[in-house]
């Protein structure tokens, strides 16, 4: 590896990067004339892990070496190898953090059916600096549904969680009521007879929602609008409904480095600590939280 200076620039010469990278296919002009399909149609399956490959190699940076340049004690080095330290430290703070799973359910629930997305991704709909301006959409045709169901993908949990999820799914189910005239919402959790217990009558408050304690077993897709159809037991029996928006309720989990981290450390970690003692107030407004 050595710099040379091109045109005012230090450019990093990377012998071990691959040749150049893959072009990537395009449907002809004559197939684009009067219609919305895709310009670009993606790589096959062989051709994108070659191509991630060969992007991952370059594993540093741009190239460029501006930082190199302007940094004069020269404390930025690329070859500096990898060095593993011991270190004795009077306290160690493990930072848990969380990520949000869908528990797997028949019927390929939340992996390939178009109109179902996730609490994440409705809530980045309603947030007017979202990617649709604060409207909830479906992904298959961008049409505002008019039937949206709310489903919880996990069974049972730590109560503090479970009424997390369920507090943080009815907020956007509220936010949706005022902006959707007339939409009609269901909320499917096996937990939500528990959850009313522990709401109280704050939940009453809610209105235009339809909440059903049951379990969903399967989800298909129906028709060719992609309507999702859910199945789900409750009350001893099986029963079915179809959405034109499934939300699915995530579940909030460590992540696997943290929970290894924690093991070796020897660290006992609440992952769901970080809710503290919180109090959830149900109202038209949507949901206030007080924290003791």
Known sequence: ??????????IIDFADIPSEPAEMPEISVQERKHNFKEVETGFA???AVREAKRCLSCRRCLGCALCWAECKPEAINFNLPDQDFDLEVDKVILTSGMQRNIAPIAGNFGNRHMNAVTDLQVERMLADTGPSTGLIIRPQDGEIPKKIGFAQTFGAVDDRIRDAVLTFGINEAIIARKKINGVEISFI?????????????????VSG?????????ESTEVGE?????VKYETGGSEKTDVFELLVLLT??????????????L?????????????????????????TD
């Open 209 to 217: 929602v339809d909440f059903i304690n049951g379990s969903v077993v």
């Open 266 to 290: 020897g660290i006992e970690v609440d992952y769901a600590g970080f809710l503290g003692n919180s109090l959830f107030k149900f109202g038209p407004e949507g949901v206030k939280s007080e």
């Open 225 to 229: 609008n992609k309507h999702i159809q």
């Open 251 to 264: 579940l909030p989990q460590l992540p696997s480095h943290i929970a290894e981290a924690a093991r070796q």
């Open 1 to 10: 590896m050595y710099f040379y200076e091109k045109k005012g620039r230090y």
């Open 189 to 205: 959790s096996p937990d939500m007879d528990a959850f009313r217990a522990s709401a109280g009558s704050d939940l009453d408050k």
């Open 45 to 47: 399956g062989e051709v």
